[in-house]
């Protein structure tokens, strides 16, 4: 089996996960995690990328994604 290549640090997310209030945390729930931060940064992005294009930019703001987040 291959490994999966993540856009975003596991260590990172482990680091959330132990601020949040987790003792310990396995290799799975960060992949897990991770998986399910990388769907919904996607939608995000997705939608603010459409709100910039609306607005007739090519650039993605601060407030394109605020809006999006909503």
Excluded: C, N, W, Y
Excluded at 17 to 24: E, H, T, V
């Amino acid at each position: 089996m291959g490994r999966k290549i993540s856009t975003i640090p596991k260590a990172s997310v482990a680091r959330i996960l132990m601020k949040a209030g987790a003792k310990r945390v396995s290799a799975d729930g960060v992949d897990e995690f991770t998986d399910v931060l990388i769907d919904i940064a996607m939608k995000i992005s997705s939608k603010a990328s459409q709100i910039a294009k609306h607005a007739g930019r090519k650039t993605v703001h601060e407030g394109d994604v605020k809006l999006a987040a909503k």
